[in-house]
């Protein structure tokens, strides 16, 4: 997503991105992807070492769950934040907008 959220009015801004971290899973993650103008994710966990224990290998599958759930909750965060941003243009500005991203 390419999109960036600047160009609004700060208030407007501020208030779509304190809405944004209260109330959507990870959202102070999509708050700052929707300032960088991409999404911003975790890092992968490593590799568990070659050899290691069952308790070991039991631990990194739920790092690894956790990542994969991290990273919907991302992409799906910002569908939803675009969506309330995009709602909230009027229909001149939708078209515009639709116009310049050809």
């Given amino acids: 997503m390419a999109h960036r959220v600047t160009g609004i009015v700060p208030e ?16 102070d993650v999509v708050a700052e992807s929707i300032l960088s103008g991409a999404p911003t994710y975790p890092p992968k966990p490593s590799d568990p070492p070659a050899g290691a ?3 070991d290998e039991e631990i990194w599958k739920r790092e690894v769950a956790r990542y994969v759930n991290a990273r919907v909750d991302i992409d799906k965060g910002l569908k939803q934040a675009y969506t309330l941003m995009w709602d909230q243009c009027t229909q001149r500005l939708q078209d515009k907008l639709e116009m310049g991203s050809n």
């Fill in 53 to 55: 224990s069952r308790t």
């Fill in 12 to 27: 407007i801004q501020g208030s779509l991105l304190d809405y944004v971290c209260v109330e959507f899973d990870e959202g």
